[in-house]
């Protein structure tokens, strides 16, 4: 019987066991809870680094946003994104839905 766990927010190792109500990272040490963990989705940059609230991205490819002239240049950095956690854009920068992919941590 095998049953997976959620990859660690802290150190995004996959190295984790239950504990009572808890999930523990055998790897670092961190310690959540087990409802949090499954209510929650992890979004990660193109590089597998872990997103989350404030961070600060890149992009590492030109975007021309739909309904407008304008295109985000490689290379912009964006301040302050935002984690929507629905579906494929679920990354949010002044109005504009950005896909993780596309992405990089600064």
């Known amino acids: 019987m095998s049953t997976?766990?959620?990859a660690c927010p802290q150190c995004s190792l996959e190295e984790v066991h239950l504990q009572g109500a808890?999930?523990?990272c055998d790897t670092c040490g961190y310690e959540w809870p087990a409802e949090l963990a499954?209510?929650?989705?992890?979004v990660r940059d193109s590089n597998g680094n872990v997103l989350a609230d404030g961070d600060t991205v890149v992009l590492i490819?030109?975007?021309?946003?739909?309904?407008?002239?304008t295109t985000?240049?490689?290379g912009t950095k964006l301040k302050g994104i935002r984690i929507t956690g629905s579906g494929d854009h679920a990354v949010e920068h002044g109005g504009i839905m950005l896909k993780q992919e596309f992405l990089r941590k600064a």
């Open 61 to 69: 490819k030109d975007l021309k946003v739909k309904g407008s002239s």
């Open 4 to 6: 997976t766990h959620p």
């Open 22 to 24: 808890n999930y523990v």
């Open 72 to 74: 985000l240049k490689v």
């Open 38 to 42: 499954e209510a929650t989705e992890v």
